[in-house]
């Protein structure tokens, strides 16, 4: 992990451990500079990817301040921490109905490119994601195993991503998302607690590490009533 990437990761805690709400400052960069033991570079990098992924902004002659990036109940398509990390103020709960290890299909093997098929195996699992008791989604998912050796029952109805970041220690660099709206077919209606045909919206992500590799690829339906989105711009997409 880049050192830069360890000074962003720890200023997050920052903000998480002293509960900094939306527009309170942050210490001043010579501060981070003096505490960290790093170079201004390191610090305002570490800066700049706060700031592009929303948690952050910056105001020249100012100093850096939190931003207000929730709304309670809102799910970020952009938040690349997971649901526990999005919808922190409620109870998750997941339901496990498949957690196998395969040789990976043509979806897999597309989507995580994977360049040897008959030498891969992926871990496919398949989950009833739940809000406050209620089902709020079905997630389909796909990890390639090289990348992550090892899943569990215990491990994937807590958090995978926690899993991943916190005891795999594999910092996850971005996620590709794709949008559509649709019906629910019928196990996916008995599993949502809804009707055949009700409306949904189904999401296809694609997880990668920093260096481009894709690790996961997942598929989720989810409950039109329990779900609601929201997605937070920044400058940095305005730039050429």
Known sequence: ???YEEVAGDLVRYIHDHELEADDKLPSIQEM????KVSKNTVLSA?????RQGLIYQVRGSGVYVRGN???GYINLLNIGGFNSTLSQFKIESKILTLELVEPNAEAIENLKIEHPDKTKVYHVVRIRYIEGRPFGIEESYFDKDIIPYLSEDIASASIFDYITE???IPIGYGDHFLRVGKLKADEAEHLHLNVGDPTLRA???FHLHNGKPFDYSKITYHYEETQF???GTNYQYRY
């Open 230 to 232: 929201f997605i937070q």
């Open 70 to 72: 929730t709304r309670k």
């Open 1 to 3: 992990m880049a050192k």
């Open 204 to 206: 296809e992500s694609i």
């Open 167 to 169: 005891d795999l220690e």
């Open 33 to 36: 500079v003096d505490y960290y």
């Open 47 to 51: 800066l700049n990817d706060l700031e």
